[in-house]
């Protein structure tokens, strides 16, 4: 099943709010576990990272997440998993990426979110580009 990911510009705190919020009805949730990948402002040298620019090669990203949602559910138990990553404009300091994993227990999620990050960072073909103050550019490592 394919789920909205991508969400132009930055993932909002009420965003992050709000989809907690929903899961206060879904009573056979005993933990979730949060990841928030924020832009940071590092230097490259001597240019400090003002915002990062992501792009993806959409299709093939929502393949590549919706494998990654079958993997999780199929190696661990849980009750619910979402994944949203930011497109266009993400300046420092703002939310890019939000995994929300949610189980039964506590042992799963924890797991389960490093899992599920490594997998994204590692099988999604999302770039991100870094925009220095001065203007200047490069793309962006994941690591």
């Known amino acids: 099943m394919s789920k909205k990911v991508f969400i132009e510009g930055a993932i909002t705190p009420e965003f992050i709010a709000d989809s907690i919020a929903k899961h206060q009805g879904k009573h056979t949730i005993g933990a979730h576990n949060i990841f928030l990948g924020q832009v940071r402002a590092d230097v490259h040298e001597e240019n400090v990272v003002k915002a990062i620019e992501y792009t993806a090669y959409e299709e093939m990203a929502n393949e590549a997440l919706t494998a990654i949602r079958e993997k999780a559910f199929a190696e661990?138990?849980?009750?619910?998993?979402?994944?949203?990553?930011?497109?266009?404009?993400?300046?420092?300091?703002?939310?890019c990426l939000f995994v929300f994993v949610s189980a039964g227990h506590r042992t799963q999620v924890y797991?389960?979110?490093?899992?599920?990050?490594?997998?994204?960072?590692?099988?999604v073909p999302i770039f991100g580009k870094e925009i220095f103050e001065n203007e200047d550019f490069i793309w962006k490592q994941n690591k």
């Open 76 to 95: 661990f138990d849980l009750v619910c998993m979402h994944i949203y990553h930011s497109l266009g404009v993400v300046n420092t300091g703002e939310i």
């Open 111 to 123: 797991e389960a979110t490093e899992t599920i990050v490594n997998w994204i960072k590692t099988e």
